[in-house]
């Protein structure tokens, strides 16, 4: 009869390629592990709970972000509609001096983010119950902006860029490029002062085809017309109509 430390090999055993791939402290693995144990529960806020299968789509989708070198430097990261909590909080584990605000409207998805962040003793992740438009403390001090199944790459761009340094970087993860909506994307960024720096294919585990991280550069000033009222950037997109899919997969 198998038992359930049996059980828990495979998984801590892809928790330790993950720590070595992307050079991670030992001690992470206790995190990790206890992160896993959190989106097991059937009431945590995702499709995705089993372990064996959380381990690929919320821990390595998540620290695929870290190929980013600014991502790996941020200081402050601000992770978009954080869901169940990623890719925020598993970023808050690979970067221990980096201070991650995860953003969710829903109260009750920040309630479970803030208790697997305290079970799994990760110190630098707060989580805010708000929309990111109406994020006010949030304005102009982020070195990275995340975010991961939330919305149409424009979309994303007129949430963050309110919330971007000059200089700073949004990291967008989707999965198969969209030509319409990178050239609505493009469109609104010229708007927001972004610009589109780099489109990069990531494989952060086998069979997750088609994965790419947006990088787009805060590189001027944001008009003050920014940010629009709530729900006004998915109604009324910059650039044009976006038709693109929402990317929401795994949350």
Known sequence: MTGGRDRDEPVA????????????????????ASLLRALADEHAPTTVHAAA????VHLADSLAGLEVAELRDARTIADLGAGAGFPGLALAVALPRTQVTLVESIARKCAFISAAAEAA???????????????????GVNDVV????????????????????EGG???????????DEERVAAAAARE????????????????????HLHLLRKVA????????????ARKRPLGARVGAPSDRPHR
């Open 169 to 179: 970087l949004l990291v967008a993860w989707k999965g198969r490029r969209d030509a």
């Open 192 to 211: 927001l002062g972004l610009a589109v720096e780099a489109v990069r294919p990531v494989a952060p585990y086998r069979g997750a085809d088609h994965r």
């Open 13 to 32: 055993a892809a928790i330790a390629r993950l720590i070595d791939r992307h050079g991670l402290r030992a001690d992470a693995a206790r995190a990790f």
């Open 53 to 56: 299968e959380a381990v690929d």
């Open 221 to 232: 000033p944001t008009p003050e017309r920014f940010p629009r009222r709530a729900g006004m």
């Open 146 to 165: 995340t975010a991961r199944a939330l919305a149409p790459l424009g979309v994303l761009a007129e949430y963050a860029a309110p919330l971007l340094r």
């Open 121 to 139: 003793g990760i110190a630098n992740a707060v989580a805010v119950a708000s929309r990111a438009e109406e994020w006010r403390d949030g304005i």
